[in-house]
C-alpha cells in the first residue's frame, strides 16, 4: 500500500466500479483528499448521496476535454487513470469516439499530469490490447504507447507513469457473471458467445491491489500485468447454475464483433524484459531509439524458450473452484439470499 497520508488522489472515471472499490479499500487511510472526476453527473449524485464523505469531492468534466482536466489537476499527488470506454461491440460500431477517450483523452491525462508535476500516475489497461483485434483493444494499446512516450523525457525525479494491465474483472459492470445470473433468475437460457472460449478470472479486490502495487512501485513506464487464473466461458454457467441450483440450458449465440477465443495478458516479446514479482510482472518500457541498425543482427535465445501468458495456458480453473472464486463474490453473495 502506497503512503496515502495527507495525499489528495485523482480518479478519473471515479463513478465506475474501480472507484468505488478503490474507496473502499482506503477508507480508512489518512489521505486528504480523493477526486472524482466524470462526465455523468447522475452516477455522481447517486455516489455523493450513498458515500456521504466530505473528503470526497467531484468534478464534471471529459478526458477529451483538456480545460476540464486541467482544472481538476490542480493540489493533486496521485492520479488512477480509470476513464475509458470499454465495451468492445460500442467501440467496434464507433471507433472514433474510442479514439477519441482512449487514445486522445489519456494523452491529456498524462501530458496534464506531467505539467502539474503531479507524484505519479497509473493508466489502467486490459489484456485486449495484447494483439488487439478489436478497436477498444487497439485504442487501448495505444493508451500504453501513448503513456511510455510521455516518459521518454522524463526523469525519476519528474512525474512517474505506469500501467497496468489484467484481464476480466468479476462482476464489475458490463461483465458476464450479472448477466448469467439475470438470466438465470428469469428462467431463460444461458446465452454464451463460444463455450470454449477462455477468460482470465479476476476479484476487483485484486485489481485494486494492483494498482496501490504500480503505485509503490513503478519506474517510468513500466507496465504491471497481474497473473491469473481462468476458465471456459462454458464452466463459468455451469458454475452459475450449480450455485443457483438451475436447470436453464446453455445456448451458444455466436461471437460477438471483435471477441477472442482467449486473451493474452503478456506477449513472448514483453517476457522476454519482464521482472517476476510473483503475483505481478512488471515489463519494463521498450527505451530503443530510432537507431535501428543496431538490432537487425542480434537475436535473443531466451525468447524462443517462452510463450505468450493467456488465459488458455495459465492455470485453468474447473467448475468447482470457479464456484469458489464466486462465493467470495458479494455481489454473488447477495443474489443467493
Known amino acids: 500500500m502506497p503512503n496515502l497520508k495527507n495525499k489528495t488522489i485523482l480518479i478519473t472515471g471515479g463513478t465506475g466500479s474501480f472507484g468505488h472499490e478503490l474507496l473502499d479499500t482506503i477508507v480508512n487511510k489518512e489521505y486528504k483528499e480523493v477526486r472524482i472526476f466524470s462526465r455523468d453527473e ?41 476513464a475509458a470506454l470499454k465495451q468492445v461491440p460500442s467501440c467496434e460500431f464507433f471507433p472514433m469516439q474510442a479514439v477519441m477517450t482512449n487514445i486522445l483523452g489519456s494523452h491529456n491525462v498524462v501530458e496534464s499530469a506531467i505539467q502539474h508535476k503531479i507524484e505519479s500516475v497509473v493508466c489502467l489497461g486490459t489484456d485486449k490490447a495484447v494483439y488487439p483485434v478489436n478497436a477498444m483493444g487497439m485504442t487501448k494499446a495505444l493508451m500504453e504507447k501513448v503513456s511510455q512516450a510521455a516518459c521518454r523525457g522524463l526523469t525519476d525525479k519528474d512525474t512517474r507513469v505506469s ?14 457473471i450479472p448477466l448469467f445470473i439475470k438470466q438465470i433468475k428469469e428462467k431463460k437460457p444461458i446465452t454464451v458467445t463460444e463455450a470454449g472460449m477462455t477468460r ?7 485489481a485494486i491491489k494492483l494498482v496501490l502495487f504500480a503505485f509503490s512501485n513503478a519506474r517510468q513506464g ?16 455451469q458454475a452459475l447454475k450449480e450455485l443457483f441450483k438451475s436447470d436453464v440450458p446453455v445456448r451458444s449465440i455466436g461471437i460477438r464483433h471483435g ?10 516479446e514483453e517476457l522476454r524484459r519482464a521482472e517476476d514479482m510473483g503475483d505481478y510482472f512488471r515489463v519494463s518500457m521498450d527505451d530503443r531509439d530510432l537507431n535501428y541498425n543496431k ?13 505468450d ?29
Open 163 to 176: 500501467c497496468v494491465r489484467y484481464g476480466n474483472v468479476m462482476c464489475s459492470r458490463g461483465s458476464v
Open 259 to 268: 471477441e477472442k477465443i482467449y486473451e493474452t495478458l503478456a506477449t513472448i
Open 309 to 337: 501468458y493467456t488465459s488458455h495456458n495459465t492455470e485453468r480453473l474447473g467448475v468447482e473452484q470457479v464456484k469458489e472464486m464466486l462465493l467470495k463474490l458479494p455481489e454473488v453473495a447477495a443474489e443467493l439470499k
Open 222 to 237: 513500466d507496465i504491471f500485468i497481474k497473473k491469473a487464473p481462468a476458465c471456459t466461458v462454458g464452466d463459468l454457467a
Open 200 to 206: 482470465f478470472l479476476l476479484p476487483l479486490p485484486e
Open 295 to 307: 538490432y537487425f543482427t542480434e537475436g535473443d535465445k531466451k525468447e524462443a524458450r517462452l510463450s
Open 42 to 82: 447522475l452516477k455522481q449524485e447517486h455516489m455523493r448521496i450513498q458515500l456521504n464523505n466530505p473528503k470526497v469531492k467531484f468534478y464534471i468534466g471529459d478526458v477529451r476535454d483538456r480545460d476540464s482536466v486541467d482544472q481538476a489537476m490542480k493540489g493533486v499527488d496521485m492520479v488512477f487513470h480509470a
